[in-house]
């Protein structure tokens, strides 16, 4: 007999899979060295433009930041009358005299390099800005819509000109992105992040401060910002980082001028309580900033308006960057004595909280080529406007130009067509020769020198008293753009 075999068991039943979930698209998040890379890359455009072109947006671009910096180096240079009457101060001089000084050690003597050599902490302190920008936007968007902020706010055209100047607009902006991203970080956590969060976020303010003094306005708006939001903590370490950085002032104003905070006191009695500013330099009304500003502000910016002003439909606070942009071009329409670089730094702030919008909202679009093409076209549109902002004539040919004329044998350079604020000042001249400006042949200072065999070097605007100075002896030996440069044995 035959035993049976048993039947095996039967396999249990596989049940059918469930049908696929969609899943989020995760950001890769960039490794530490090319986010690095990354953002020096986008940095170093406005400064390789700043340096390669010259120019200046302002006179105060040389004779407030520049030339007293070459002053302290070499002890001859023109200072201007704020600097005779103390209503600056000498910070951001004193680090660019710091690394002249260090080019001066090595023998460079050629002011197109020795410029570049300047523009070091400059750039530094504009690629911090922009990882602010990053970290500020990582928050909303994730690591690919913070890189898309970053280009955003790096590539537009106002951040291209002004960046890389040596205007305490813009110092004092690239500070103030800096406390913008620290004064946004969620103050819940270990106490030791918020410390660090508000003394980083005093400090830069207080810095934005002392690179240019009218900036105490984001202080007051960021300070009652964190009032009505209730972050006393943060206000707290946030008060302690600015007196610490307020006590410098004073030690530094106490040291140069002679009294604690001579530098602040003097500007704002010129500026704000004697009305001296508007005397000198005249009043306009607020109308005078509508069309700079339209021409400021980026076209991709005015697509994230509306998407800023959800929170107030929702009954939740305004962003700090977009409260305190307000706050400042509010009080900027109301001031008598206007000018087109002080909307730069409410500017770039505004810009900061519009590209996160921007970013986040391009972010949550489900397809990556719709995605990727909705950046590249906010990207380009950024190029389109600030053509025209600021409206005045950078002159980067002169300066090119008075370069060249003052290199080799040089003893005394006449310009003619520009005033003494509108010419380079011994930075660019470079050398501790006589120069003269002038604007007509019959102008005493053009009589002078051409009489003066001394000065073997001329620089001339679009041809003016070119026949006189050929007469003179001058020849013509090369032309910068609408300059022509001459000289003579």
Known sequence: MNASTPDAPEAPAIPPAPAELPVPAVQPEPSGRLLALGLLAVALVPTVLAVRQLGRIHPDEVFQALEPAYWRVHGYGVLAWEWREGLRNWFAPGVLAAFLKVAHGFGITDPRVYRGVVALPQLALHAWSLWAVHRFAQRRAGPWGAALAVVLVGLSAPVLLFAGRTLSESFSASFLLVAMEALDRPDTGPASRVRR???LGGGALGLAVVTRYPSA???VAALAWLVAARRWRLLAFTCVGGSVVA??????DWGTWGTPFHSFRAYVDY?????KAAQAFGASPPGFYWEPLLQAVPLWAWAAVPLSLIP???????????????VYTAVLLTTPHKEERFLYPGLVVALLAAASQLAASITTLSRPGLRNGAAVLALCLGFVHGQGFPSNDLRADQFRAIVRATRDDATGL????????????????GRNIPW???DWPQDAAFQASIRDRTFNRAVTFEGRALEELQAAGFRVVRQVGRETILARD
């Open 197 to 199: 969060a508000g003394l």
């Open 217 to 219: 306005l984001f202080v």
């Open 247 to 252: 006590v410098g002032l004073g030690l530094l």
């Open 271 to 275: 500026n704000v309580l004697s009305g």
């Open 312 to 326: 107030l439909v929702r009954f939740r606070a305004l962003s700090l960057p977009l409260t305190c942009a307000a």
């Open 414 to 429: 006449l310009i003619v067509n520009e005033g003494l604020w509108g010419s380079g000042g011994f930075f660019y001249i």
């Open 436 to 438: 003269r400006t002038c």
